[in-house]
């Protein structure tokens, strides 16, 4: 019978199939990896989410597309390893550690530091792994018992000896840079911890007198509460308003200090009034300007943003304070010429949104310039292979134009940096206070010093300085440089990444891989677009357009989300992300379910022959599948990872579904014969197996449930389908052969004909014998009568062409003669005037000298499409009207 076997539920619930195969997949360790010398390693370190994270649609990108090439990886029989792990986020778990705090009336200087360390590891401990198990709803087949953190004991010693080795290689110092200081987390950031920001903000022209003389050199800025840091005012050479102003001073209004008139090409005349104000210790160009005149370096700010005694004036009031106070002071006095309306591009910090202050602190310094060199040379030579490589440009500029590493960050939460600083201000580096020690002890002679009189620098090292550690730091590859482990899976493969962290941690871990490994840390880097919503917008909180992404898995299914995303993630370009996306993904897994019902309803008849056409789909198939699988591995070979997915999606839902299973499925309630039910059973393994890496929760399930499976076997771990031989004529036979059946229902349907009636259908063909083994296909499929060959044309036959064959479908005793002259008549003056108005565009002169190209000939395609339609649609008057 074909009714589905029972159990078998009518529609596909992912939620509990999902829940089911994951935990049987933990239970037999199926993602599980170790190193074998017998198998090609084929390794992945995911990039570790904050602990502070949860789950969005850009992990859910980034992690899927892992998941796919570890899944294949694994089915290819190589040995493949998923490492997990997270960050430990030191500015956003400090944040949130502190809040914590904050609500029961505490802060960090009130229970001290480590007493604040033992919150922040109970914060980690509760909420850290919260998107590592939301990336397990996902079907993220990672090692789970290889889940490493970066403050882990093994890991935070490895940080500490990078920090000794480079110390004492002389790349690592300590001096005063100008950096990006938050004032409300009270730290240095790095530059991709800035977001910047358009704001409207006021443009302010102050009036500063000019020393000696009547008059006054104006200036326009948006910072009017930095004027008593002003350390020049800086002019073009060749600006002539100014010339006479060369080597003069003027006074900074409220305080009277006087300052010079510098001259420099840095300026740019015709912005503002063509006068600078320099400020050397708030803004990085200052700075430089500052440096290059040896300026003086006035910082007017406290660490949190409140004005200090070096201002004068409005002391320990807040920045923002303080600018209205001294617009309306300004103003009052005299020194205010107008204020005009600006739009800024601000800098806040990307954890605590608090508008960055450029500050000169004391600091930790990497030099990069050498580090940087073999670094460049690997992606440039494509030792290391950026995908797609439209990104080498701007990795080169970057590291063509590396800057020192500001590596401090004035926090608790991290790996305290391991400086110890005794009572004459004399550093001792090394990785504990005993090793510090004993350091002063011999090479300064200090035996009567003890640990007490050792101070640690209280400040930890920036996040990134234990991440660019990641590819090796999850083996011990350090510590334990010869260990098996490392040994075996590292170099890693592939890296999949964003493109916004480029430099700030992949070109830093290659950096790492080949200072302290002496080779790259992976192969390929492929770098994924980011998820915008469909009208281009990039996601986020404020905007309200980034939906939930556990509430997608619950409504969709974890393999419906998966392919929705990749359904359009081309590497490194956006993806306009739409809920239909995911919705296509779902009816998608619902095809594929409906198919595997219909195959498992099936009775089997032990006794019954094949029958030929089936034999002949059989071998049609088999090819249309080797063909789909030769394409999508040469996709994968390239990383068009979407592109394989379509392939696979056209090779299931058009050729398996929609032709191989209409083709070869029995009669409504008679059985099918042995042979061809056992190898639609293997197809459909086959395209489980293919499909897997992309949709593992269905697959799986559908693959368990076609045979007997022993406890343990999984489609994790079968054979991914290897490519055979294609048959090009006989694909190319069926290809006419569907689009004969295409053409004769779009006749049929044309004509308001009953699929029920079996219309009568000839073919005048120079390849006759192409057609016998197909006829039970099209009779099949179309409800045709038997293929008739004709050398004749068919009077008052419907005709159509494919390829080079001509086919003729009689319909006189089906339709009504009259109606159809006049329906082909009325399409043919429609044709005719579309044409005349073509052709009149063509003919003008003008359209065609000034009209594109390609829009001229889209205009010529046009009119040739229109000539055919009336060529056939007057062939097919001219045999009505015959007979």
């Not at 290059?292 to 943003?305: A, Q, S, T, Y």
């Not at 779902?586 to 034999?615: H, M, T, Y």
């Not at 003008?844 to 009119?863: L, T, W």
């Amino acid at each position: 019978m074909t009714t589905p076997e029972p159990g078998i539920s009518k529609t596909y619930q992912p939620q509990e199939i999902e829940a089911h195969w994951y935990a049987y997949w933990l239970k037999h360790k199926l993602f599980a990896s170790s190193p074998n010398p017998d198998k090609e390693p084929y390794t992945i370190v995911i990039p570790p989410p904050n602990v502070t994270g949860v789950l969005h649609m850009g992990h859910m990108l980034n992690n899927t597309i892992q998941d796919i090439l570890i899944r294949k990886a694994r089915m290819e029989g190589k040995e493949a390893l998923w490492v997990p792990g997270t960050d430990h986020a030191s500015i956003a778990t400090e944040a949130r550690v502190v809040a914590m705090l904050k609500e029961k009336g505490l802060s960090k200087q009130d229970v001290g530091r480590e007493k604040f360390l033992e919150y922040a590891f109970e914060w980690k401990e509760k909420y850290g792994g919260i998107i590592l198990d939301q990336l397990k709803k996902l079907g993220a087949s990672c090692d789970w018992d290889r889940t490493r953190f970066t403050m882990d004991e093994t890991y935070y010693d490895s940080v500490m000896d990078v920090f000794v080795r480079l110390y004492e290689k002389g790349l690592i110092y300590r001096g005063v840079r100008m950096v990006n200081w938050d004032p409300q987390g009270k730290t240095a950031l790095s530059d991709e911890e800035v977001i910047f920001k358009e704001v409207q903000t006021k443009l302010v022209y102050i009036k500063y007198p000019v020393v000696g003389e009547e008059g006054y050199v104006t200036i326009a800025t948006v910072r009017p509460e930095t004027i008593m840091a002003d350390a020049a005012i800086c002019v073009h050479p060749d600006d002539e308003r100014y010339k006479h102003l060369h080597g003069k001073k003027v006074r900074i209004p409220l305080i009277d200090r006087e300052i010079p008139i510098i001259t420099d090409e840095y300026v740019t005349m015709d912005f503002g009034t063509g006068a600078l104000k320099v400020t050397p210790a708030h803004d990085l160009n200052d700075y430089a300007l500052g440096q290059k005149h040896r300026l003086p370096v006035i910082d007017i700010l406290n660490d949190d943003g409140t004005l200090n005694q070096q201002a004068q004036i409005l002391v320990g009031q807040d920045r923002f304070a303080a600018r209205k106070a001294i617009i309306k002071q300004l103003e009052e006095a005299g020194f205010l010429e107008k204020i005009e309306d600006y739009k800024s591009n601000v800098g806040t910090s990307e954890r605590t949104g608090a508008v960055i202050e450029p500050k000169l602190s004391m600091q930790w310094w990497l030099k990069m310039d050498e580090m940087s060199k073999p670094a460049l040379e690997a992606v440039m030579t494509d030792d290391v292979q950026l995908i797609p490589a439209k990104f080498k440009n701007m990795y080169r500029s970057w590291m063509e134009n590396v800057h020192d590493w500001c590596i401090s960050r004035q926090l608790w939460w991290g790996q305290q940096i391991p400086a110890f600083y005794l009572k004459d201000g004399t550093i001792i580096v090394a990785k504990t206070k005993r090793e510090a020690l004993r350091k002063a002890q011999r090479d300064y002679q200090l035996f009567a010093l003890t640990e007490q009189d050792l101070e640690q620098d209280p400040d930890v090292l920036d996040t990134w300085f234990s991440s660019w550690l990641w590819p090796f730091g999850v083996f011990d590859g350090l510590q334990n440089p010869n260990n098996e482990d490392v040994q075996f899976y590292y170099p890693t493969s592939t890296l999949v990444t964003g493109p916004d962290i480029l430099f700030f941690w992949v070109a830093r871990m290659i950096m790492a891989g080949f200072e302290f490994r002496g080779e790259k840390p992976f192969s390929t880097v492929y770098l994924t677009g980011i998820v915008r919503d469909s009208k281009g917008r990039k996601m986020s909180k404020s905007l309200g357009n980034s939906p939930d992404a556990l509430d997608l898995i619950e409504r969709f299914g974890a393999d419906g989300v998966r392919t929705g995303l990749l359904f359009s993630a081309p590497a490194g370009n956006d993806l306009l992300f739409d809920e239909k996306l995911c919705e296509q993904g779902r009816n998608f897994c619902n095809k594929i379910w409906n198919a595997f019902r219909l195959v498992k309803g099936w009775e089997v008849n032990n006794d019954q022959l094949p029958v030929p056409s089936n034999q002949l789909t059989i071998a049609w198939f088999e090819s249309k599948f080797n063909a789909t699988l030769a394409e999508m591995l040469d996709h994968f070979s390239k990383f068009r990872i979407s592109d394989a997915l379509h392939a696979a999606y056209k090779l299931i839902w058009d050729e398996f579904c929609s032709n191989y299973l209409e083709i070869i499925k029995p009669e409504f309630g008679l059985p099918i014969d042995p042979d061809t039910y056992e190898t639609t059973v293997h197809f459909f393994e086959k395209l489980m197996a293919l499909m897997h890496p992309f949709m593992p929760f269905i697959t799986e399930e559908i693959w368990q449930n076609l045979r007997l499976r022993a406890e343990g076997e999984s489609l994790c771990r079968a054979e991914y389908p290897v490519v055979g031989q294609v048959d090009e004529q006989l694909l190319a036979d069926f290809e006419i052969c569907f689009e004969v059946i295409s053409k004769v229902r779009e006749i049929r349907s044309s004509k308001g004909l009953s699929p029920k009636i079996e219309l009568p259908l000839s073919v005048k063909t120079t390849t006759p014998d192409r057609f016998p083994p197909l006829q039970g296909i099209i009779q099949k499929l179309a409800n045709t009568s038997a293929l008739t060959i004709v050398t004749e044309e068919v009077n008052g036959a419907t005709a159509f062409m494919v390829k080079s064959d001509k086919f003729f479908v009689e319909l006189a005793e089906e339709i009504d003669v009259k109606a159809e002259i006049e329906r082909l008549s009325n399409e043919i003056s429609y044709q005719q005037g579309f044409l005349k108005s073509v052709d009149a565009k063509l003919a003008n002169e003008k359209f065609v000298q000034n009209a594109k190209p390609d829009v001229v000939e889209r205009e010529r395609q046009k009119r040739a499409d229109a000539e055919s339609k009336i060529q056939s649609l007057q062939e097919a008057l001219n045999q009505l009207t015959k007979s």
